[in-house]
């Protein structure tokens, strides 16, 4: 293999035909023994900046992994395009586990995949030393850093890689995009002489749409009415709003499990499983469900509450679409939200700690009220400049309306003075709007002059006024102390008339992103999906995709690595009808040629015959 060209390989082997931005320039570099450190978003193709190198050098790649689920799936993936992978962890049987290390010593592996803890225990630093080694592939290197939100100590150790095999690359990648962990990682694995890679942390194919909460159940099943058949996750804040919502989405006839940490590990171990296999279309889940989910076909990422901080709405968001194809990120954007995390952060930790959650409560809130290209926002957070707006994201595909709010402004902030700073959103609202609330009457609130002059607006669209007064800076929320508002230096101008308002409507319902609805007859066979401009034929798609479900129940694995959806659109826009042509899909190498080319070769020239045949027959 050793002077394999790589171009070669990425065709024969892996079935592409031309490498992403940065995986060539990486690829040679870990070739040419140097180490490396990639910063890549998730689904930006990291794997294979360390797979190319370890078949073109000589002896075995080590890929440290943080789960055992991450090195099941990158091994059988491996496994599946041909190559010589297994993974030496906590899983494996006592006489498995021989099988492996015999493996190793008898230099028949390309790849081993490996626990940190166990690859440095002296035991085994002392085998690898006897063996030709490929390099060292550190994945999920934000592991190691206690900024990132994955730490785990047993990447510490690590940092003895270095000195220990002095001569064998390193690579360490990750999709961590804040650049405190970006420094903390090179230090503690000591790769101070690195090349250093850093992708854009764009992911085009994911529409970020923030709606404003209300009626949340509701808007995320009309979120989901096109959704049927397809995977996603839908993040909640508690493990109680988790069972809550899947139980709804059970009940309303949806394919939704339950994930969070207060579930047994075999309970959430179905629950993973169930959800790679494409058993199950969607996952409830707290943050806690994560790291391990490397499944390509995600196509949607709800945050039913509000995320606590951007890094983690990112890293949240970026589970969808690792595939390329065309995902959704949707935000539901609250009031009580924002006061529930405030009052959470102030709970937990001493005064440092506090001082940068809120710090980063605020980008977050920030973000969300933003009447500019979300994605904007959101690069610009992690210091990546964007020259255009984006065009997939529900302000830009829907610009916000904006209205005179000078009056409303007025009422809200009179009103939150009449009752002299001393209770909360909901209250104020409903004195604004003159509800009969028992409380109102015991407090004389309904004399006030402000009781019912809010009449005119809903319940809605006066939170989306509090919000917006909050954020602007006139209206501050006193979380230690019930939440209540209190007025600003900024809101005596404004009410003194001294000052105009333009605020935003409030945007509630996603009548947005469904812009350019196509015809009906039109819309069958172009899926907006599909890579940009690719027809494909649904109907194939479908039957190739249950074939590709029954081969993976049959092999005991997931669909994704028999076929990427990618893959099967292809197929379905193509029809390859020769080896040859089958070849020319994305994905296809070599070895998947072999094991199932013919299987859906003649899948697709039945299905051609089908739809041929009928219109024949009407001519
Ligand atoms: P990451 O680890 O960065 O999240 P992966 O390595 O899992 O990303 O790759 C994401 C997807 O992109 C996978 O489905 C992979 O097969 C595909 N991919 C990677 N590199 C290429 C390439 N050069 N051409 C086509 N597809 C690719
Ligand atoms: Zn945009």
Same mark, same amino acid.
């Given at each position: 293999m050793q002077q394999a060209?790589?171009?070669?390989?990425?065709?024969?082997?892996?079935?592409?035909?031309?490498?992403?931005?940065?995986?060539?320039?990486?690829?040679?570099?870990?070739?040419?023994?140097?180490?490396?450190?990639?910063?890549m978003p998730t689904g930006g193709g990291k794997s294979l900046c360390y797979q190319v190198p370890a078949l073109v050098r000589p002896g075995v790649a080590i890929v440290v992994s943080p789960l055992i689920s991450l090195m099941q799936d990158q091994v059988e993936s491996l496994k599946a395009n041909g190559l010589a992978a297994a993974y030496y962890n906590s899983s494996l049987a006592e006489a498995e586990a021989r099988q492996v290390l015999a493996k190793l010593h008898n230099e028949e592996l390309d790849f081993l995949y490996i626990a940190p803890e166990r690859l440095m225990s002296p035991a085994f630093l002392t085998r690898l030393k006897d063996l030709d080694l490929a390099l060292f592939a550190i994945d999920e290197a934000h592991c190691v850093s206690q900024w990132g939100h994955d730490f785990r100590p047993e990447y510490l150790q690590l940092g003895q890689l270095r000195q220990h095999f002095p001569a064998v690359p390193i690579i360490a990648l990750t999709a961590t995009a804040d650049k405190q962990t970006r420094t903390d990682i090179t230090q503690r694995l000591q790769l101070t002489n690195a090349n250093v890679h850093i992708a854009s942390f764009n992911r085009p194919n994911i529409r970020y749409t923030i709606l404003e909460k209300q009626k949340p159940f509701n808007q995320l099943t009309e979120f989901l009415q096109d959704k049927k058949n397809e995977s996603g996750i839908v993040y909640c804040l508690s493990r109680k709003r988790v069972e809550e919502v899947a139980e709804k989405l059970q009940d309303n006839g949806y394919s939704a499990l339950p994930y969070h940490a207060g579930?047994?590990?075999?309970?959430?171990?179905?629950?993973?499983?169930?959800?790679?296999?494409?058993?199950?279309?969607?996952?409830?889940a707290t943050i806690a469900f994560g790291m391990g989910i490397d499944k390509p076909n995600v196509r949607f990422v709800v945050h039913y509450d509000l995320p606590k901080h951007i890094e983690g709405y990112y890293q949240e968001t970026g589970r969808a679409g690792r595939d390329g194809l065309a995902s959704e990120a949707l935000l539901l954007y609250g009031l009580n939200d924002i006061a529930l995390i405030k009052s959470l952060i102030e709970k937990n930790g001493h005064a440092e700690q506090q001082r940068i959650e809120l710090h980063k409560l605020n980008c977050m809130t920030a973000f969300a009220e933003s009447q500019t290209c979300r994605r904007r926002v959101l690069l610009n957070y992690f210091n990546e400049q964007l020259a255009v707006d984006c065009d997939n994201c529900d302000i830009c595909l829907n610009p916000p309306e904006t209205y005179d709010g000078t009056v409303d402004a007025q009422k809200a902030l009179s009103c939150v003075y009449r009752v002299r700073e001393r209770y909360g959103a909901n209250y104020i609202i409903d004195i604004l709007r003159g509800s009969d609330d028992q409380r109102i009457k015991r407090l004389g609130h309904e004399r006030l002059s402000t009781y019912g002059i809010g009449k005119d607006l809903s319940l809605e669209a006066w939170h989306s006024v509090l919000r917006q007064l909050i954020h602007l800076g006139y209206l501050e929320q006193d979380i230690a102390n019930y939440s209540v508002l209190r007025l600003t230096s900024h809101a005596r101008p404004l009410l003194r008339g001294e000052q105009k308002l333009i605020l935003a409507k409030p945007r509630t319902k996603l009548n947005a992103p469904k812009e350019k609805k196509q015809t009906h007859s039109k819309r069958e066979k172009t899926d907006r999906k599909a890579a940009p401009g690719l027809e494909y034929d649904r109907g194939l798609f479908e039957k190739l995709r249950a074939l590709r479900k029954r081969l993976a129940e049959k092999m005991g694995v997931a669909p994704f690595i028999i076929f990427s959806d990618v893959s099967l659109i292809?197929?379905?826009?193509? *029809?390859?009808?020769?080896?040859? &042509?089958?070849?020319?899909?994305?994905?296809?190498?070599?070895?998947? %040629?072999?094991?199932?080319?013919?299987? *859906?070769?003649?899948?697709?020239? &039945?299905?051609?015959?089908?739809?041929?045949?009928?219109?024949?027959? %009407?001519?």
């Open positions: 060209d790589i171009q070669d390989i990425l065709r024969n082997t892996f079935g592409y035909d031309r490498f992403r931005p940065l995986q060539e320039k990486i690829i040679r570099s870990v070739i040419a023994g140097e180490d490396n450190f990639v910063l579930l047994s590990s075999s309970q959430r171990h179905m629950a993973q499983s169930a959800f790679q296999r494409d058993n199950v279309n969607i996952i409830v292809e197929m379905s826009a193509y *029809f390859p009808a020769s080896e040859a &042509e089958f070849l020319t899909i994305n994905g296809v190498g070599q070895k998947k %040629l072999e094991n199932y080319g013919q299987l *859906f070769l003649k899948a697709i020239q &039945e299905h051609k015959k089908n739809v041929q045949e009928p219109s024949h027959a %009407l001519v």
